[in-house]
């Protein structure tokens, strides 16, 4: 029988994937992910029409339960940061509607419509997906979070909290809020490898 320290070194040391039961089953041995070293869409193949994606990393403790935990915190509050400001531009527009005055009053108050785009995206994030697992060999835990189309549409129908009006105008906007989201993801992405590029220009 393995000591579960003896595990936990082995995993830290030699890297290994874990793949949780939402995961797609794949293996790579002895090579880093793509998703883990640059772009998270590599999971899926570079094909993301349906979700967004961010990976969060942690170390700096021998906790790899805790690593894990702080990890998934920094993937989802990544997705979080914008699925919000993309939640709110619709809640906004909804806001300065005929409809809209009977959820925030008119002139619309903005605390309310602020508050009510937080929601919406604090029970969105409640269906996100846990998609992978690494241990890298500097005891760096790396975590793949993702929300789809599917699971932020579901979301919204369940948010007895919205009126009807306005829980129909985010179901509309549902895919275009995703789609906006992971490209604003992208691009960011992108910018930091831009400037990782040129450091080492640089040097």
């Keep these: 029988m393995i000591h579960i320290k003896t595990l936990l070194k082995f995993i830290a040391v030699v890297g290994c994937v874990f793949m949780l039961p939402a995961a797609q089953a794949y293996e790579e041995s002895g ?50 940061q914008e699925l919000e400001a993309r939640v709110q531009a619709v809640v906004e527009h909804y806001g300065k509607s005929h409809h809209g005055h009977d959820d925030f009053g008119n002139p619309p108050d903005l605390k309310l419509m602020k508050k009510a785009s937080r929601q919406i995206t604090n029970d969105a994030m409640q269906l996100s997906e846990i998609n992978g697992f690494w241990i890298t060999p500097e005891n760096e835990v790396c975590v793949l979070v993702s929300l789809t189309t599917t699971g932020f549409d579901d979301a919204v129908g369940r948010m007895g909290h919205l009126s009807d009006e306005l829980r129909k105008e985010v179901h509309k906007r549902v895919e275009q809020i995703i789609e906006h989201v992971q490209e604003h993801l992208m691009n960011l992405l992108k910018k930091e490898a831009e400037k990782l590029i040129e450091k080492e220009i640089v040097r």
């Excluded at 793509?34 to 993301?48: E, T």
């Design 31 to 80: 090579f880093t992910p793509g998703w883990v070293s640059g772009d998270c869409a590599s999971f899926w193949n570079g094909k993301l029409k349906d979700r967004v994606c961010a990976t969060g990393a942690y170390s700096g403790s021998t906790d790899i339960a805790e690593l894990r935990r702080r990890a998934i915190e920094t993937a989802k509050k990544e997705v979080a």
